[in-house]
Nanobody, 127 residues
């Protein structure tokens, strides 16, 4: 049974940092593309970042939305079966529920075609 469990959200001041974690179980993390998405109140869910599987042609390449480039970094720890999203220089407009998602296609690359969702973690950027 595939499970994705996010953690690490919270309240942070503008300019601060947070690291989100997505713990995966029920599948081999390396073999599938994983993405981070977010949804702010009253807005549609949007893609933030993704990391391709290590066995795809993209070989673990990463991608970011323009709004977070240079501030967010996605990474994968295969031994811990966890994907991270390091978020620096946070802005109030980064406030949203952040979701981890997995592409169910073996050897998938970015962009993620979502098969599995996590439950989400709230990030609030406010002074």
């Amino acid at each position: 049974q595939v499970q994705l469990v996010e953690s690490g959200g919270g309240l942070v001041q503008p300019g601060g940092s947070l690291r989100l974690s997505c713990a995966a179980s029920g599948f081999t993390l390396n073999y599938y593309a994983i993405g981070w998405f977010r949804q702010a109140p009253g807005k549609e869910r949007e893609g933030v970042s993704c990391i391709s599987s290590s066995i795809s042609r993209s070989n673990g390449s990463t991608d970011y939305a323009d709004s977070v480039k240079g501030r967010f970094t996605i990474s994968r720890d295969s031994a811990k079966s966890t994907v991270y999203l390091q978020m620096n220089s946070l802005k109030p407009e980064d406030t949203a529920v952040y979701y981890c998602a997995a592409d169910g296609r073996y050897g998938s690359s970015c962009p993620v075609r979502v098969t599995y969702w996590g439950q989400g973690t709230q990030v609030t950027v406010s002074s």
